[in-house]
């Protein structure tokens, strides 16, 4: 059974701090790993992935990759209330996505 | 308009009617995915497609079917739906050589008394 672990939350930040979801996986086969932000009441969209172990930057946000641990974690700075919403870790098994449970992240002005 | 949509965005049916949920999508990728999102579950895989003569089954295919009619269309049935089948459901595309990216419809949200 593949599986991707995440806290569920609620995560509260202050406006303006670092915001740092975390996320586990069970396969050490995994190649890719993704990071989805839903508002609630919509859809899920991508917000960046990650392939190689390491960091990988895109404007606030930064994504994390260990696989020796088998974590991926994604780092938002400068946080802001728009942040506000649930992120899910998702993980690349051969064809098929699998997904975390996510984690609500609240973020306080 | 939306590159991907779903219909009906909203249903309420009961035990044992068949219903059915459609997706269609604009961007012309080839692979098509249901999913259903339930608190604290995150999404499921239900069922996805390659293809149109391709159809796989997900993780939680029980109780469920789909038909891929075109390119652009992926339907997926209840046969005869049961309460816990009441859930949020997504169809989702991908591009063959960018299949990383999923893009989700704004979803179906589905209530079974």
């Known amino acids: 059974q593949k599986e991707v672990e995440q806290n569920s939350g609620p995560l509260s930040v202050p406006e303006g701090a670092i915001a740092s979801l975390n996320c586990t996986y069970s396969d050490r086969g995994s190649q890719s790993f993704f990071w989805y932000r839903q508002y609630s009441g919509k859809s899920p969209e991508l917000i960046m992935f990650i392939y190689s172990n390491g960091d990988k930057e895109d404007g606030r946000f930064t994504a994390q990759l260990n696989k020796a641990s088998q974590y991926v974690s994604l780092l938002i700075r400068d946080s802001q209330p728009s942040d506000s919403a649930t992120y899910l870790c998702a993980v690349l098994y051969g064809q098929n996505f699998v997904f975390g449970p996510g984690t609500r992240l609240s973020v306080l002005p | 308009d939306a590159d991907v949509t779903q219909t009906p965005r909203n249903r309420i049916t009961k035990t044992g009617k068949r219903i059915m949920l459609e997706c269609s999508q604009t961007?012309?990728?080839?692979?098509m995915y249901w999913y259903r999102q339930d608190p604290g579950l995150g999404l499921r895989l239900i069922y996805y497609?390659?293809?149109?003569?391709?159809?796989n089954k997900g993780e939680i295919s029980d109780g469920y079917s789909v038909s891929r009619q075109a390119q652009a269309k992926f339907s997926l049935s209840l046969e005869s739906a049961i309460p816990n089948q009441t859930a949020l459901y997504f169809c989702?595309?991908?591009?063959?050589?960018?299949?990383?990216?999923?893009?989700f419809g704004p979803g179906t949200r589905l209530l079974v008394l």
């Open positions: 961007k012309g990728h080839d692979r």
């Open positions: 497609s390659f293809d149109v003569k391709d159809i």
């Open positions: 989702a595309t991908s591009d063959w050589d960018s299949q990383e990216t999923q893009y």
